[in-house]
């Protein structure tokens, strides 16, 4: 029996696309963004860098009220059985999760209420 290890190659990382962007997709790898709690609010963020074709900084911001959608999606059968299939993917990510952290001060940039404490 042969064994076979998934590669990742550049054009598997997650894609954006939004009718303002015409026929454009701006590409994002979560796999370098920072998730981190707020702590004012209690919120979670991810921070990060859009890769390309421009390099938008970006911090989504979790509400308490977004969990039931998150759940939503994370939890369907498809999903489900697409992070299942793809679960070779996280355990690369594991094995070199150092060469993915985030650059500079993004998070200061992004949260400065986080710094003025």
Not at 2 to 18: H, N, Q, V
Not at 73 to 98: E, G, T, V
Request: proline share 5%; hydrophobic share 40%; net charge positive.
């Amino acid at each position: 029996m042969t064994r076979r290890f998934i590669k990742y190659t550049k054009g598997d990382i997650m894609k954006l696309w939004s009718r303002g962007l015409g026929k454009q997709e701006i590409i994002m790898d979560f796999r370098y963004c920072k998730t981190l709690k707020d702590p004012e609010t209690g919120n979670m963020l991810i921070i990060g860098n859009m890769q390309s074709p421009v390099t938008w900084e970006f911090k989504i911001t979790f509400h308490p009220e977004d969990i039931g959608g998150i759940m939503k999606a994370i939890f369907c059968p498809s999903m489900l059985f697409f992070a299942i299939k793809n679960l070779p993917q996280y355990l690369i990510y594991l094995m070199n999760r150092n060469k993915f952290k985030h650059e500079g001060n993004l998070v200061e940039k992004l949260t400065p209420h986080m710094n003025s404490a």
